[in-house]
């Protein structure tokens, strides 16, 4: 059963083994939603990720014939980490298996751990079933991503740490995929401050513990679909349910565009790298997800920065469009000389920059003379973007 005793059992484990991570005040996305914004800054956890506070204190915790058979974890990445570190670091052998489409990253620094990692074609869920297949074939130790007591405990340490760093604390919001990190902060929160409101976000592409908190029962998803690989998971814990049920104010979803955006602001604006799962929380806030904090203290726990490079220009590009950062126009035009300078010094004495320029001769149906501009604009929001528009139809130009 877990008990405030085990957590602060976890946190005196942890104290010489991970990194206790800042709280940093943001004082332009304060001003951008709202509300005083705090980051919980475990991107910058040791592996890149809470994952390894969980993983640390249950495998401090196994008995000498559970570490001598090795242990098996499964994992979309992150908490392969932890258990790699870990087991590393208490000579243990650990097998990690991992959904074959894991960012190259997270596999790479999973193996320089140590570990030996498995792919298992298909998404999380996929690899657990593996991870549980081989337990039962070899006797392996199985350490739990999320649904597991002491797993739980170590995660409950970023809520305690929380506590320590920031008073009057209105709300903390914690990404949610199997539910270990959610229920560790809020069952720490709560039994210490039960005024403190704790809320969960999880991608709208994958809301396993959103569906089941609000139907009263577990569920399995068909299938998940995210940028937020962390936080990709199918089905909830069990413990995990039952904590989020009992401790946790509310779950809401975030699409993968305003994941995006959270991203870009991130970078941006506070020089911060985070992974899809760890910019959840702030996209909430961003997007008005998360009710009555105008004017309070709240806490994004950026849960990880283990994004994958390949991805983050398109994630970059992407926040540039939820943001107004940047557009796409098309105009219907006559083809004859001028049009194009015409077009451009619109856009320019309204302060966009041209990226790109396609220009094409119109279909079948359209007048002969016609053609089509498809221009690429940087721009500064939204407001920004509506001006060019405006300013293109008052001179006669047709947006399409």
């Not at 593996?130 to 392996?140: D, F, S, V």
């Not at 035009?333 to 990226?355: F, H, R, Y």
């Not at 721009?379 to 060019?388: D, P, Q, R, W, Y």
Request: charged share 20%; with cysteine; aromatic share 6%.
């Amino acid at each position: 059963m877990l008990t405030l005793d085990k957590v602060y059992h976890a946190q005196y484990v942890l104290k010489d083994a991970i990194r206790q991570t800042d709280v940093i005040h943001s004082p332009v996305l304060s001003k951008e939603c709202g509300c005083e914004v705090y980051l919980k800054t475990e991107n910058l956890q040791l592996t890149g990720s809470f994952k390894v506070r969980g993983a640390y204190f249950k495998i401090s915790q196994l008995n000498e014939d559970e570490k001598k058979k090795g242990v098996i974890a499964c994992s979309a990445g992150n908490h392969a980490q932890g258990v790699a570190l870990a087991s590393k670091k208490f000579g243990i052998k650990a097998k990690i298996c991992m959904p074959d489409g894991a960012p190259l990253s997270k596999v790479e620094a999973t193996k320089s751990y140590g570990a030996e990692v498995i792919l298992v074609p298909g998404v999380y869920d996929d690899a657990h079933n593996e991870a549980e297949r081989l337990k039962e074939k070899y006797g392996y130790t199985f350490i739990h991503p999320f649904d597991d007591e002491d797993v739980i405990a170590g995660q409950a340490t970023v809520g305690l740490e929380i506590l320590n760093q920031l008073e009057n604390v209105g709300a903390i919001v914690v990404p949610v995929g199997g539910g270990g990190l959610v229920s560790g902060v809020a069952f720490a929160v709560k039994s210490l401050n039960p005024s403190i409101k704790v809320y969960g976000v999880q991608s709208a592409g994958a809301p396993s513990m959103a569906n089941s908190v609000r139907d009263g029962k577990i569920e399995t998803l068909p299938s998940v679909s995210t940028i937020a690989d962390g936080i990709a998971v199918k089905e909830p814990g069990a413990n995990t349910f039952d904590l989020c049920n009992k401790y946790v104010d509310g779950i809401v979803t975030v699409s993968d565009d305003q994941v995006s955006a959270a991203i870009l602001a991130l970078i941006e604006k506070q020089k911060m790298i985070a992974e899809g799962a760890g910019a959840v929380a702030l996209a909430a806030v961003m997007f008005d997800k998360i009710p009555d904090i105008k004017g309070k203290k709240v806490v994004c726990l950026v849960s990880g920065g283990n994004i994958d490079v390949t991805i983050l220009s398109r994630v970059i590009n992407r926040g540039l469009l939820m943001s107004g950062r940047c557009c796409t126009l098309t105009i219907e035009l006559i083809d004859k000389p001028g049009q194009l300078v015409e077009v451009s010094s619109v856009i320019a004495s309204c302060g966009g920059n041209v990226t790109g320029v396609l220009h094409e001769r119109s279909n079948e149906g359209s007048d002969i003379n016609g053609c089509y501009l498809r221009i690429q604009i940087e721009t500064k929001n939204f407001e920004h973007i509506n001006k060019i528009k405006n300013e293109l139809k008052a001179r006669g130009f047709k947006l399409i």
